[in-house]
């Protein structure tokens, strides 16, 4: 157990689509960023959140949105989704050591 | 820009045989350097962090080394055991606590 919980687990949605994904911390923990893992590569980093405010965007469209909630939930919104968008997306929490959730699959068909 | 390199790809080792991954970097200007290990369908685990004022970390059997004016990390892993099976990868922190520039990773095997 991570302490880091993210939904769904697996999901498939076809191109053109819209997708949200979840991540809820056990700790509370007031910094979480989002990242995008495809097949057989390393994780790249989408974007960080901090007291609800984004504080930080690595290399991705602005189709891909988010949000951090009062209890430091968060949420990852893409929409008008490509086949390239199929990947393992991963939730951490924290901002010195991470802790990352299990991680959201996304299939676009 | 920061990019990450892991070699080798794969690895695979009977039982008992030290592991030695290899991570290179090209900013030297790199903070922190963090090994994680991911299990097939899991998120990361972190094993270990090296900040930018020392030059090595050691978690029991685990040890992993910084140099940053080579832009090198090593992580060894000693008296390897079939549990060690999965994928390390290296990541690099700069001055965005939190964006980390993460390596392919090393997929590692050990045979029993």
Avoid: M
Wanted: with cysteine; glycine share 10%; aromatic share 10%.
């Amino acid at each position: 157990e991570t302490g880091v919980t993210q939904s769904p687990t697996h999901l498939i949605k076809t191109r053109g689509q819209q997708v949200t994904l979840r991540c809820s911390s056990q700790s509370g923990h007031n910094t979480v960023s989002w990242y995008q893992q495809a097949l057989g590569q390393g994780p790249q980093f989408i974007f960080q959140y901090y007291r609800e405010e984004e504080n930080g965007r690595g290399n991705f469209p602005p189709r891909f949105s988010g949000l951090q909630f009062p209890n430091y939930s968060s949420e990852l919104n893409v929409n008008a989704l490509e086949l390239d968008d199929s990947a393992l997306y991963l939730c951490a929490s924290g901002a010195n050591v991470l802790t990352f959730g299990a991680g959201s699959r996304l299939t676009v068909l | 820009k920061q990019e990450v390199t892991q070699i080798p790809a794969a690895l695979s080792v009977p039982e008992g045989e030290n592991l030695v991954l290899n991570c290179s970097f090209t900013d030297s200007a790199i903070y922190n350097l963090q090994w994680f290990r991911q299990d097939p369908g899991k998120g990361l685990t972190s094993l270990l962090l090296i900040q930018s004022s020392q030059r090595e970390q050691t978690s029991g059997r685990l040890n992993a080394s910084l140099d940053k004016s080579s832009g090198r990390s090593t992580l060894y892993i000693a008296a390897s055991q079939p549990g060690d099976s999965a994928t390390y990868l290296c990541a690099g922190e700069g001055d965005s606590w939190g964006k980390l520039q993460f390596g392919a990773g090393t997929q590692v095997v050990v045979t029993p």
